[in-house]
């Protein structure tokens, strides 16, 4: 009789571990399907598990081709004392070893907590670690006493972990960084975003003049309205199709929070929430010809703007004051709309895409430049960037490491 062969389990697949710490429902999703995309094509053959709060995993798997098993996790909801702070430290240690005991190859934080990192940076010297900072604004500026234990994250931020990466969405910001605390060590790729629109079909020709701009922007929605107000005056008598547009949500009583809206206004704002739903606001932004954007021109210093490669993922040329990172994307993008040092400036830009003559011709140009700058930021294209930054993290992989906690 022949001996009994055991046969071998098929060995297992490595597995890339990614990690929302704190976002829930629609927020940071673009980018979250975008950076889960990016790696789904460095690593084709590994398994992508995503620990995520239920709603924003399930949104991210509607934006993104990647497979992933979604784990469901209930991110801490900020603490209100000393006690939740606690709780919520605790949650963090937990969550970081409870991925790391799946011996992930990588460990891609889409968020961060300054406790993650900082664990991390103390305890998981040899996991491959891939920290995504959407700002760095507040943590690079902020000079914290050292007798408080935020000083030892706003300092292991200088620490040069082989096995990690802190990364940053453009160069940007890596140029800022550099003028305050040049000895930070962090690396950049362009803020990668999956287009809205299908790349195989010609853009459809416009035959008549830009009529619908929105802004669009979340990120200080009452200085827009108040802006917004002051560009209405400015621009004057336009044709009677022209429509301007705010993301605002104004409730039954004509009013946006406190602010009354005037009655000689024609700004058409949002009345249902069910325009903010990613479907609804989908569908929102493909209604607008240009998407308009009133960042402070001492904005986005240590950011990416989503809703800048929002609007250009819709293929829509954007109206914006200037600041560095929207230059930074026009100088890569070439012609896709109008930068402008001021709101007359920006009244002068609109109404000579309203009324310039020309027809569509100038738009169809604006948009067909977006079209072919929006490749720079695709996960494809990126991925190359990413794939080539990872190379350098030598540490061993998951499997055979040996860590403090």
């Not at 946006?256 to 989908?282: A, Y």
């Not at 989503?306 to 230059?327: Q, T």
């Not at 994307?329 to 000579?352: H, P, W």
């Not at 430049?369 to 992989?397: H, Q, T, V």
């Amino acid at each position: 009789m022949g001996l009994n062969k055991t046969k071998r389990a098929p060995p297992r697949a490595k597995t890339i571990a990614f990690f929302e710490p704190r976002c829930t429902g629609v927020t940071h999703l673009e980018v979250t399907a975008a950076i889960i995309d990016m790696f789904s094509k460095i690593f084709p053959e590994h398994s992508l598990v995503f620990y995520t709060e239920e709603t924003h995993g399930g949104f991210t798997k509607k934006r993104t081709a990647a497979k992933f098993e979604q784990i469901n996790i209930n991110p801490p909801q900020g603490p209100r004392n000393r006690w939740e702070w606690l709780k919520e430290v605790f949650w963090d240690f937990t969550m970081m070893r409870k991925i790391r005991n799946i011996k992930p190859e990588y460990i891609v934080c889409m968020g961060y907590t300054w406790e993650i990192v900082l664990f991390a940076k103390l305890f998981q010297r040899k996991q491959k670690i891939v920290f995504f900072f959407h700002s760095i604004e507040k943590e690079i500026k902020q000079n914290v006493p050292a007798y408080r234990p935020a000083w030892w994250f706003w300092r292991s931020l200088e620490w040069e972990i082989k096995a990690h990466v802190q990364m940053v969405f453009g160069e940007s910001i890596l140029r800022e960084i550099s003028k305050i605390r040049p000895a930070l060590k962090f690396r950049s790729i362009d803020h990668p975003h999956i287009p809205c629109y299908d790349a195989t079909v010609p853009i459809n020709i416009v035959t008549s003049p830009p009529s619908k701009f929105a802004a669009i922007s979340s990120a200080n929605v009452m200085r827009d309205i108040s802006i917004l107000f002051v560009l209405e005056k400015k621009l004057g008598k336009m044709p009677e199709n022209f429509e301007l547009h705010s993301r605002a949500m104004v409730d039954g009583e004509g009013k946006i929070g406190d602010v009354k809206i005037p009655n000689d206004s024609k700004i058409k704002f949002i009345t249902t929430p069910e325009c903010l739903s990613p479907e609804g606001w989908d569908a929102y932004i493909n209604m607008m010809d240009f998407c308009m954007f009133f960042y402070p021109q001492n904005s986005y210093l240590f950011t990416a703007s989503g809703a800048l490669l929002e609007a250009l993922a819709h293929l829509k040329p954007v109206v914006a004051l200037h600041n560095s990172y929207l230059d930074y994307v026009f100088n890569k993008m070439g012609d896709i709309g109008y930068l402008c040092d001021t709101v007359d400036e920006m009244a002068a830009s609109i109404r000579k895409a309203v009324l310039g003559g020309g027809g569509g011709e100038h738009y169809n140009a604006q948009r067909q430049n977006i079209m072919n700058g929006l490749k720079l930021f695709s996960p494809e294209y990126l991925a190359g960037s990413m794939r080539s930054i990872l190379s350098e993290l030598d540490a061993p992989s998951g499997g055979s490491q040996q860590e403090l906690f």
